[in-house]
């Protein structure tokens, strides 16, 4: 069935790196994203992966896929306060004509100063 | 308009009311998604347009939800007798085409009361 684990929360200090993990449960998903929701705001697209690819890095971010183990994962260099939100994986399964988005439940990330 | 805007930001309603929600997809966007956010499901695909083909309604919770795209472009979500579980967060997203990254608007607030 169509499932997308994370975990719910996660605190770092201001200047860590912050590690965001995703599994994901169709192996034949095109692309893989990651959305950022600040409070009483929509998703902001961050970044996303194709399929054929185990690594992204794009400034601070750092993406990682691990197709064998279905494992997705999303890393924030240097943290900064304004990085707090919540942070959702998505799939794309090709099977879906559409193209429909499957979400996670989202991380939520805290920064501390 | 740059992005994806939506329409009204925030909707108060009282149970059995008929409500109406906007979304004005990016410009050149042929594909356009509605998705719901609520506490207790997260974030759930509704409908699907893409260009004159008939629509992915496969999300729609029940009857009572409906939405239109007029002229490939504007799209407006129906829920009709609304109910108290409909509270949520309504995200509207539209892309260049099916199986596209997926840009998100801010959403509509919906509190039924």
């Not at chain 1, 449960?25 to 929509?42: F, H, I, N, R, V």
């Not at chain 2, 956010?37 to 409906?66: C, H, M, T, V």
């Not at chain 2, 949520?88 to 959403?107: D, K, N, R």
Request: aromatic content about 10%.
């Amino acid at each position: 069935g169509e499932d997308v684990e994370q975990s719910l929360f996660l605190s770092v200090r201001e200047g860590d790196s912050s590690v965001i993990n995703c599994t994901y449960t169709d192996s034949s998903s095109t692309y893989l994203y990651w959305y950022k929701q600040e409070p009483g705001a929509g998703l902001q697209l961050l970044t996303y992966i194709f399929s054929n690819m185990d690594m992204k890095q794009d400034q601070r971010l750092t993406v990682l896929l691990n197709k064998k183990d279905k494992h997705l994962s999303l890393r924030i260099a240097d943290t900064q306060t304004g990085d707090s939100a919540i942070y959702f994986c998505a799939e794309s399964p090709p099977y879906n004509q559409g193209g429909k988005l499957i979400f996670g439940q989202g991380t939520e990330l805290s920064v501390k100063p | 308009g740059a992005g994806v805007s939506q329409s009204p930001s925030n909707k108060v309603t009282e149970k059995g009311k008929d409500v109406e929600l906007r979304c004005d997809p990016i410009s050149g966007h042929t594909a356009l998604y509605w998705y719901r956010q609520s506490l207790g499901q997260g974030l759930e695909f509704l409908i699907y347009f893409q260009g004159n083909s008939a629509p992915d309604k496969s999300g729609l919770p029940s009857d009572r939800f409906s939405a239109e795209r007029t002229g490939g472009s504007v799209s407006t979500l129906t829920i009709q007798r609304t109910q108290q579980e409909d509270s949520a967060v309504y995200l509207c997203a539209s892309s260049f085409g099916s199986q596209e990254t997926q840009y998100f608007g801010p959403g509509t607030r919906l509190l039924v009361l």
